[in-house]
């Protein structure tokens, strides 16, 4: 009997090592891919940057813009960072240059890039801190360029990029960004359960939904919500301390249209 348990004791010993050579294997991966698409995130920043438009109000920047697009749009291929426009998805890339219009250094970047490896329903720490540190960059260039450092911030998230646009707000507040000098949109988001919660009472939030009967937005609303586990519902947290569910204003257009809406429930002309 001394035998079997002996035997039985390597086994499991044996089993245990697999176990954690398995779980090795797959944290390095994740790692590496998680390491891939951060350094995408650090590439469309860079790319935003050097916008010629951006480097010009680099000097004295009236404000930052960060537009977070949604599920498969890609930045680059709009035209975003001043290259040619090889597709027309959204009119997010026209909200952009309206912003940089007025001074503002706008980033855009894609929410693919920034969710997180394994848990594609929510923005990954990496990315949202690389992007908070270019944010936080640009408000220190605008403090010595003499804005006091009080550069307001306008955060747009669109569809899944809802999670990572309200991730980078908590991000910026939580690093001494007062919530009053930011201004959240969120235009007919998709989030997971940790992160469509707005933490700092003073953030301005507004919030654009898709409504009416459309079979795009029905599917879209069954996957999303019933399979992939994102919630529609934003939150924020009052001076309280409870928190209240922020309303939305509606629009009976299909979620594919609700990129083409300037925030504050305007229709982009």
Known sequence: MRKLHGYTAMEDRHAAGIGLRELSHWANHYAAR???????????????????ENM????????????????????????????????????????????????????????????????????????????????????????MGGQGGSLPVEITGFSRGGGGAVAL?????????LGRSITLNLIDPYMGPSSNTVNDPGVHVSLSRSTGFHWQSVGLAVAAVGIAHFTRDVYQVGAGGGKTRVPATPYDLPHSQMDNLWPFGAVMP
């Open 169 to 177: 707000t908590n991000r910026l507040t939580e690093s001494g960004v």
């Open 34 to 52: 998680q390491g891939s698409r951060n350094q995408e995130i650090a590439g469309q920043i860079q790319a935003s940057l050097t916008d010629p």
């Open 56 to 143: 010009s109000n680099m000097a004295n920047p009236r404000g930052v813009g960060v537009i977070i697009l949604g599920l498969n749009q890609d930045a680059a291929a709009e035209g975003v960072f001043g290259t040619s426009c090889s597709q027309d998805r959204t009119e997010l890339d026209d909200k952009a240059s309206a912003m940089q219009a007025k001074g503002f250094v706008t980033l855009t970047v894609n929410a693919d890039s920034l969710a997180q490896v394994g848990r594609f329903n929510e923005p990954s720490d990496s990315g949202v801190q690389i992007l908070a540190n270019a944010v936080l960059g640009v408000s220190a260039a605008g403090s």
